[in-house]
């Protein structure tokens, strides 16, 4: 049935004021609403139009943290029965037939910190469970007043408990360590199934009502759903985002589950969980976060909600805002290899009839939309993607056709992991090395960079002892290290006493030259061509080792101009000085500034006894601009890579260490996540930082736990266990002997030995020689 179609309407309530509400309940009849919270217990009856308070079990003068609960829960088969977790760790049952602290029918104070959540069995109306931050699973019976059973879960938080709809004596326990237990209710040692789902701390599940799928919401702002035939598979992954607080299943839509976050997201999302990016529809009326939801019993299209704000609600699904109806079906995004991405609109159009047609029809009288609903095709696809290469003789990186560039990011990332060289050769066979891995795996900005760092730090000017340059002011003068290009002496006749002129040549060789060139001669009056006055002609190495990017201005036809002032060039060519003084504004100078005549014998050659000095151009803060770019664009690896490899030189730029510190981490830990220890460990042994150094010894510490009381082992002795005080992890259950060699253990059971021994039993066995329990040993 479409959801427009449905009558009800969006009711409100604004349910205490001292207080807010942490959780609600429904009962068996789907009419009351159990609201449980800080300073706060009601029960409230459902109409079309509104809620009516029934119930205030804080009526009393005499009250304690016990009416304080985290989560309430009404029994699935008795509507005056009902249950709360308190902050204090009290689980209490609470008979709506009776009156006054009557009400109050049982306090179980056997959790020792807060209680976290309470369920009612399924199919058993004495029966209910709680979960607590204590780490324990607590069973009671209402008939007693006393726990049946706890189940230890070896976990530090037990967030949330359900009981399976199609398993009878089997519930579900998410832990604050990021697993998901299954237990049997009669088998209170050990879990049936343990696995981790997420990351970080699962706050919540819930069972699909038709299907054995579980969903899991966690920290990692993700919500899963498991598959629990066999072996736990993942099915199904929406990325929310906040951290998820609670997830309930939709009644009668197979794919459809509600979730709400804990923190700093206020709306209620009801989710596709095969378009899992996007939410199917939103509820934004809380002001605040919302702490419980629940499906109004069948009806898919009401849903009740209650939040910090210390409101109730009652959501018409009609209301509900639809987030991809807001959403932009086309857009273009360009490729860090140059290639561009499109994505258009999708349009459907009514499939033509077969056969042929001798009425003639256009293309755009042919064309009909069909009239599909958008609610049932929510999750297909409403965009078509186009994606276009770059021409290799436009990128400038042709690939052979033996060398492709590889579809997925984490193939080039393990690549470069796997063949990239930071040690061992000298720093212009690293940069080559890993400019070739680089293009190979088409990282061609990393290979750009590479090629870069062999051309300015792989050459002598930059090798061992490294030191760094901070002004400029204690470098030699570049004319010591130049040919000499100037005269002694003023008198031209004496420059032939040198035995030969400026360009080297003999005197015989120079008049040829003159001779050659006397045409050429427009300002000299004698037969030999003279440099340009104080000019410096340096040679094609020079010029690339001393030219930096503030005196491009000084280059003149190849040549570096590091001339004298304007007052020198007027003393040596006065004709053409003055003519450009002519076409400049002058301004008005005093006569005795005006010299009547140029002084007698100008020299045509001056001396310049000092020049300035050219400084080098240093590449460190290019390296470290390139290096912050690579970055910010999610290429780490080629960041620290290049750092490593620099050796001492990396003391030339400009770092933080703490900057570098994250970037081994994140490296490091992008490594362990793909498997690559050896690469890994390798990095942080070219660590120079000692926290980094000591990643090694961190890792190398395993917790375990006891095999014969299940809890972990804590102690500083060994396989010594502070509970049942004894030692008996320690020995091998195959032989009963101590393993004073190398130890194997199953991490379900806790059970272990000698692995030769544990080879031999297992090859022939599947179950634990000790518990039974079905070890997965490979």
Known sequence: MPDSLEDTSTISLRICLEGHANALALNKDNTQIAVAGRSLLKVYSISNHGFTESCNMRGGKNQNLSYSSNDVAWSTLDSNLLATAATNGVVSVWDLSKFGRQKQLLVYNEHERTAHTVTFHSSEPNILISGSQDGTIKCFDIRSDKSVNTYFSNSESVRDVKFSPHTQNIFSAVSENGTVQLWDMRKWDKCMVQFTAHYGPVYTCDWHPTRNWLATGSRDKQIKVWNMDGRPGLEHTIHTIAVVGRVKWRPERTYHIASCALVVDYSVHVWDIRRPYIPFASFNEHTNVTTGIAWQGSDSHCLLSTSKDSTIYKHAFKDATRPALKANAQGASQGRFGDISFANKIKEYAPKASGASNTKTTSFISRRKANVAGSIQFHLDHSKMYKFMLNDTISGYPLSESESRPTQEHESFIGCARELIISGRNLSELCEHNAEVAKKYGKHNATTLWNFIKLFYGSNHFEPPFEHRSSFSNQKNPMNSRRATQVASDRPQQRNDLGQDLNGNTPETAHETAVANVDDDALGDSGVEHPPTSSVILSETQIISEITFDNFELLRNGFIYVGPTESAKALAFPALHHDVQAARPQLDLKA???????????????????????????????????????????????????????????????????????????????????????????????????????????????????????????????????????????????????????????????????????????????????????????
């Open 592 to 778: 005795s500034d005006h010299e009547k005549s140029p002084p007698p014998h100008v020299p045509t050659v001056l001396k310049v006894s000092h020049v300035p000095p050219i400084p080098m151009w240093e590449p460190h803060k290019f390296v470290t601009d390139a290096l912050m770019l690579m970055n910010d664009v999610g290429d780490v690896q080629t960041a620290l890579t290049v750092l490593i490899s620099l050796g001492e030189a990396r003391k030339l730029l400009p770092i933080e260490d703490t900057l570098v510190e994250h970037w081994f981490h994140t490296y490091v830990d992008q490594l362990h996540r793909y498997e690559l220890w050896n690469e890994a460990c390798e990095v942080i042994n070219r660590s120079w930082l000692r926290s980094v150094q000591q990643l090694n010894q961190h890792s190398t510490a395993m917790h375990t736990n006891c095999g014969e009381c299940g809890r972990p082992m804590g102690g500083k002795v060994g396989w010594y266990c502070d509970k049942c005080k004894s030692m008996q992890s320690a020995k091998c259950c195959v032989c009963g002997l101590i393993v004073r060699g190398v130890y194997a253990w199953c991490q379900g059971c806790s059970h272990g030995g000698h692995i030769e021994h544990l080879q031999k039993y297992f090859a022939k066995h599947s179950k634990c020689p000790k518990c039974g329990h079905l070890c997965a040993y490979s």
